[in-house]
Each structure stands twice: as structure tokens, then as C-alpha cells.
């Protein structure tokens, strides 16, 4: 049994990606068919042997994954308690009282609140769904999701220490990321379709969201809407770091200088580096100093892309919020990003 | 059929969790110390909720057809983590690792260096080392024995192999390598930790960029790996 965790879970999350409308399909599948790969990919293991497990690239690999996993966890509940308690106690309209009604004002307001949040991308992701069900307009809840993890001041603090005596790259920090979550929200409000989104989170008629209607006090609420986010959210979480895990482990950091020497060259790959790499938002000012050998510009594009695109956000928004919408608001956002990273990096820095 | 579903992927979490922070240091692998109380706490909460999941009854749980029943299939990869944790822990990052990633840059340093201590032989740390040697225009490190402690790195080509400390700010997955290279003697079995004496192998000039962190090796002993691998910290006992 103990060998054979590893393998069973890649198969698993191969077989899991395709996300499916949750609750009624998972009640047909007895657990005897879930457990049945499970037991398929035993049988293979002992005959096959397990040695090839402890290869240092494989253990490295589970290293680098079982990091990810730990070290969002603690966040990720953060967030899910959050979103728990948004969703059980506070009252529905309290948000739509709060905010400005015109949503084109709401979404400045809404990013500049994400500095509330002291945490990394992972607590917001939940919260943020949360708000759209309590009734906050979509746009106004996706600039809060974008801005959280990068303006609050646990993330902002951390960059000041990771540049010391360079206290425009975290005013650059801060404005470029408030920036592309301000633009991001107007953006949905222009282009964005609520077709994409999870039928749960389209707008219904008013007054009722799930919850105090079906008879059960506040707690037990509270507790269901927790035990699934995290369950949901936490299954999602160990996919995006299964893969950033396997890009860690199959690109050595050496590639990475190759790429520092063309200005536009540089700038694009640490964006797609901040994506692929998956750094936790109060880590990643301590990768982008480390890469010296990148423009401050470039490195500033890294911190702002990194919050706000990444393999484990991608998979946690395509289980939140719908496969349809992740991709779309990575790929705008990635853009925005970029664009709003090289300008105010052109300027400060 | 969902109740022990629920019950089990947090509880089994939670278990993993509170076993690599409370009972054993095994998170030192993966994350900082620092963060120790927030595992304990998500580790708590996890139980709970298995706990609560399994002693609920009967609520008309799962029974309405909104987004709170049962468990999404994607819930099942939690299985990998929490069973890793509790069974087969992976062992931290070491010189797989480390043979693959560049040598870390060294942050400027606006100041001078203090005099080096008269102790020989002198325990610096890998980081320090490097300092002294690419930073340090006084070139007090000259001719010094240091007595340096890392683990082994093969080196792909070239004379020597690596003596090596792999550090990292948040948690595994953005480490970071430092490496001395030690010449004269035929390198241990890579991941082997040793305490390294020897003196600065010349080249370049010293104090500036061009002035290789390498040693000449006079004596190295096998010492236990620190509970905490991930520091580039001087060795509290000497061994």
C-alpha cells in the first residue's frame, strides 16, 4: 500500500482534468469504481517494482510537489474559511451596499481592497467566488481576485526586503498590479460573457443563493461550504502542482541565461517563467532578485504575472469558476499583465 | 457512499500534516520553520472536519442538489499528498538538484569586511566563503584554513567536485544552490554531508568577481545531515 501513492495519483490526475459538472455525476460512481484504478495501478506497481520511485529525479519531483502542496495548504484553508464564513454570515447585500453601484467603480475599489488579504494567490481564488456568489458584480470580484495576492502587505513587504534600497520596484510593483487587475475588470465588463462561468455562479434571479434555504443552521452551512471548497480547491491545487513541479524538475536553471541577453526576449520569458515556475506570491520577489541576469524590468513583469497567472491558479480557476472562463481570463490577464509590467517598468524603473 | 469520502481525504490530510510538523520535523524538507504553527493549525482544522464529516447524520446532507454534495472526483488527489506525507516522505533537495542549477549570485555588499577571527581552522559558512573570496578587496582569506561544511555535488567536468548547500525563501519549490568547487581528493558518494578543511585554491584575483570559490582540500570528516538542510549555517558542534 505505502509504495504505492505516487503513480496512483498521476493516473488519477490524468483521468480527473476533464472537469465535469460536480454534485449528480459523483453520486452515480460508486466508490468501488474510483477505487478501481487505484487498484489497477497497485497490481502494475508490484509487478513492474517501485525502484524507479526513489530515482533522484523522481524524488526530487515529489520534493518539489509535496513543497507546493504544503506550503499553499495553510493559505488555501485560510481562504476557504473565508469564503465559508462570507457565505454562511455575512448578509447577501452587504457586499452590493458596500461597493459602488456603477460597476465600472466598483472594480477600482474592489482591487484597491484586495489589500486586505494578507496572503498568497491561493486564499483569494475561493474568496473571490464567494463574492460573486454573495452578489458581487463578476468584474468587480475578478479585480480583487487579481490584486489580493499582490498588493497586500505581507507580499508587498516581502519584495521591499528581496530589493533592498529599491523602493520603486515595489512602487512599480504595486501600481503595475493594480493596474491589470483595474483593467481586467473593466475588460470583463466589455467583453466578458457569464456563459463561461459555472452555471452555479451566473446571475440568478435575486435572494437566493445556496444555503439557508434547505433547512440547516448557519454551521452546518458553514462546514459543507468548507469541507467542499477545500476538497474541490485542495484536488485542484495538487494538479497545478504536479505540473509546476515538472517543470522545476525537467528545466534546469542554467536555460534560464540563455534567454537574459534580448530586452522584449527577457521581459516574455520570465512571464512565462512567473507561469510556469508557480511561486508562491511571498516567495516570488525572492526568485526575481535572484535572477540577476534579467533587466528590472523583465524581473518586475515576473512579480506582476507571477500572483496572478500561474499552472496552480489556472487549475484552481478552472475548478472554481469553469474550464471555459480559467483559460480566457489567463490568456487576457497574461497579456494585460505583460503590457502593464513593461510600461510602468519603462517609467519607475 | 460520500460520508466516508469526506471523512477521510481531510482527516487523512489534517493526519499528514500534524505528522511532518508535530511529531517529526519531515516539513524542514519542504517549507520553512516559520511556517510550523500554520500547519499545525490547517492540520487541526482538517481533523476536524473528518471528525465532524463522520459524526454528522442523517442532516439531509448531500440529499439537495446544489453544489455542497459530495465531493468533486478531482478531491482524490489529495490522497497523494497526505498518504506521501504519512508513509513515504520524500527526502529534501540534494545534489540531483544542485548538479542543475546555476551557483546562486552573490547580493552586492555596499560595506567593508570585519577582520577575519584568529580560530584555525576557521568554520565559515559556503556563502561566506564565496564572499571573502569575490568581495573581500583586502584579501584577508588568503593562505587561511577554513573548515567548510555542505554536501557532496558530483561536478560534471573539470577537476574537483562540489561542495554544496541548497537554501530557499519560502519553500522547496524556489531553492536556490551554493557551491564551493574542492580540489584534491576524489569526491564521496554525491548527497554524503562533510565538513571540508582546506585553503583557498588561487586563481583570478582575489576580492573580485574573477577569483574562483574553490578549495584546496587538506582533510574532510563525515558529519551528520542538520535537521534543517536547507540553511547554509555553521555547524553547531564541530564534528
Known amino acids: 500500500m505505502q509504495k504505492t501513492d505516487e503513480p496512483v495519483g498521476v493516473r488519477e490526475g490524468v483521468a480527473a482534468v476533464p472537469f465535469h459538472p460536480p454534485a449528480r455525476r459523483v453520486r452515480a460512481r460508486p466508490l468501488v469504481t474510483a477505487a478501481l484504478p487505484v487498484a489497477g495501478v497497485a497490481v502494475v506497481l508490484l509487478l513492474g517494482g517501485t525502484r524507479w520511485l526513489d530515482q533522484p529525479a523522481v524524488q526530487a519531483w515529489r520534493t518539489v510537489c509535496l513543497a507546493i502542496t504544503v506550503q499553499a495548504i495553510p493559505f488555501l484553508i485560510l481562504g476557504t474559511l473565508l469564503s465559508g464564513a462570507i457565505n454562511a454570515f455575512v448578509p447577501a447585500d452587504l457586499f452590493t451596499r458596500v461597493l459602488p453601484r456603477r460597476p465600472a467603480l466598483a472594480v477600482p475599489v474592489a482591487g484597491v481592497a484586495g489589500a486586505v488579504l494578507p496572503g498568497c494567490e491561493c ?17 468587480a470580484a475578478f479585480a480583487f481576485l487579481l490584486s489580493a495576492p499582490a498588493v497586500n502587505p505581507v507580499v508587498l513587504t516581502a519584495t521591499a526586503v528581496a530589493f533592498p534600497g529599491e523602493p520603486a520596484m515595489v512602487a512599480a510593483r504595486l501600481l503595475a498590479s493594480l493596474g491589470t487587475a483595474a483593467v481586467m475588470g473593466w475588460l470583463w465588463l466589455w467583453r466578458g460573457d457569464e456563459k463561461w462561468l459555472r452555471p452555479a455562479l451566473r446571475r440568478r434571479p435575486a435572494g437566493h443563493e445556496h444555503g439557508h434555504a434547505h433547512g440547516h443552521g448557519r454551521w452546518t452551512e458553514f462546514r459543507l461550504g468548507f469541507q467542499h471548497d477545500f476538497l474541490h480547491a485542495g484536488g485542484f491545487l495538487v494538479l497545478g502542482a504536479m505540473a509546476a513541479a515538472t517543470f522545476n524538475v525537467a528545466v534546469p536553471r542554467a536555460v534560464l541565461d540563455a534567454f537574459s541577453g534580448t530586452p522584449w526576449l527577457s521581459v516574455l ?8 515556475l508557480a511561486v508562491c506570491s511571498e516567495a516570488d520577489a525572492f526568485v526575481a532578485a535572484s535572477l540577476t541576469g534579467f533587466s528590472p524590468t523583465a524581473r518586475l513583469v515576473f512579480m506582476v504575472v507571477g500572483p496572478m497567472v500561474d499552472l496552480k491558479l489556472i487549475a484552481l480557476q478552472a475548478g472554481t469558476f469553469g474550464r471555459a472562463f480559467a483559460w480566457r481570463f489567463s490568456a487576457a490577464t497574461t497579456v494585460v499583465a505583460v503590457a502593464a509590467g513593461a510600461l510602468i517598468g519603462g517609467a519607475l524603473l | 457512499m460520500r460520508r466516508p469520502v469526506q471523512t477521510l481525504l481531510p482527516a487523512l490530510t489534517g493526519a499528514g500534516l500534524l505528522h511532518i510538523a508535530l511529531f517529526t520535523d519531515t516539513y524542514l524538507r519542504y517549507v520553512k520553520a516559520g511556517l510550523r504553527p500554520l500547519l499545525l493549525a490547517s492540520g487541526a482544522v482538517l481533523l476536524l472536519l473528518g471528525l465532524a464529516a463522520a459524526l454528522s447524520r442523517g442532516t439531509g446532507e448531500g440529499h439537495h442538489g446544489h453544489d455542497h454534495s459530495g465531493p468533486p472526483r478531482i478531491a482524490w488527489l489529495l490522497l497523494l499528498p497526505a498518504l506521501s506525507l504519512l508513509l513515504w516522505a520524500p527526502p529534501a533537495l540534494g545534489a540531483y538538484t544542485a548538479a542543475r542549477s546555476a551557483a546562486q549570485p552573490l547580493a552586492a555588499r555596499a560595506k567593508g569586511f570585519p577582520p577575519l577571527p584568529a580560530t584555525s581552522p576557521l568554520p565559515l559558512t559556503l556563502t561566506e566563503f564565496t564572499k ?5 578587496a583586502s584579501g584577508a582569506i588568503r593562505g587561511r584554513t577554513v573548515r567548510l561544511t555542505g554536501f557532496v555535488t558530483p561536478a560534471p567536468a573539470g577537476d574537483g567536485w562540489y561542495l554544496t548547500r541548497i537554501i530557499f525563501t519560502c519553500c522547496a ?5 551554493v557551491k564551493v568547487r574542492v580540489h584534491g581528493t576524489p569526491p564521496a558518494p554525491a548527497d554524503t554531508w562533510l565538513a571540508v578543511t582546506g585553503i583557498w585554491h588561487p586563481g583570478g584575483t582575489l576580492g573580485t568577481r574573477t577569483a574562483p570559490a574553490e578549495l584546496d582540500v587538506r582533510g574532510s570528516t563525515p558529519i551528520a545531515p542538520p535537521v534543517n538542510a536547507y540553511t547554509d549555517d555553521l555547524p553547531v558542534t564541530p564534528g
Open chain 1, 123 to 139: 486564499a483569494s481564488v475561493p474568496v473571490a467566488n464567494s463574492l460573486i456568489r454573495r452578489g458581487v458584480t463578476p468584474a
Open chain 1, 269 to 276: 520569458f520570465l512571464a512565462a517563467l512567473a507561469v510556469l
Open chain 2, 132 to 136: 571573502r573570496v569575490q568581495q573581500d
Open chain 2, 173 to 177: 519549490a524556489d531553492s536556490q544552490t
